[in-house]
């Protein structure tokens, strides 16, 4: 069974720093788009953003364009999203997901590996 593993969640001050890391655990994954999603208490889960295989495309949520960078690197195959001026409303539980092809989507039903996230908070 294909799992997927993140850590590097934490408790951080508003304004601060994370990053995060996800990586398969089972096999390796190839050819195929990945995502973070995350979804706070008492609220539905929201699309963050998105890579393909290559990191040639990306999509991000409006909510944080422009503070979070999805990339990925393939030869330790590992994706990372790293968070920059964090907000109190970012604090929620953060998983990764990934699709069975190379496309990117921000429809949650169309990612069918996921990890068991991991918890990121910010206070104010």
């Known amino acids: 069974q294909v799992l997927l593993v993140e850590s590097g969640g934490g408790l951080v001050q508003a304004g601060g720093s994370l990053r995060l890391s996800c990586v398969p655990s089972?096999?390796?994954?190839?050819?195929?788009?990945m995502c973070w999603f995350r979804q706070a208490p008492g609220k539905e889960g929201e699309f963050v953003t998105a890579i393909t295989w290559s990191g040639g495309t990306t999509d991000y949520a409006d909510s944080v364009k422009g503070r979070f960078t999805i990339s990925r690197d393939n030869a330790m195959n590992t994706v990372y999203l790293q968070m920059n001026s964090l907000k109190p409303e970012d604090t929620a539980v953060y998983y990764c997901a990934a699709r069975k092809i190379n496309t990117v989507v921000r429809d949650i039903r169309e990612y069918v590996y996921w990890g068991q996230g991991t918890q990121v908070t910010v206070s104010s």
């Open positions: 089972g096999r390796a994954f190839s050819s195929r788009a």
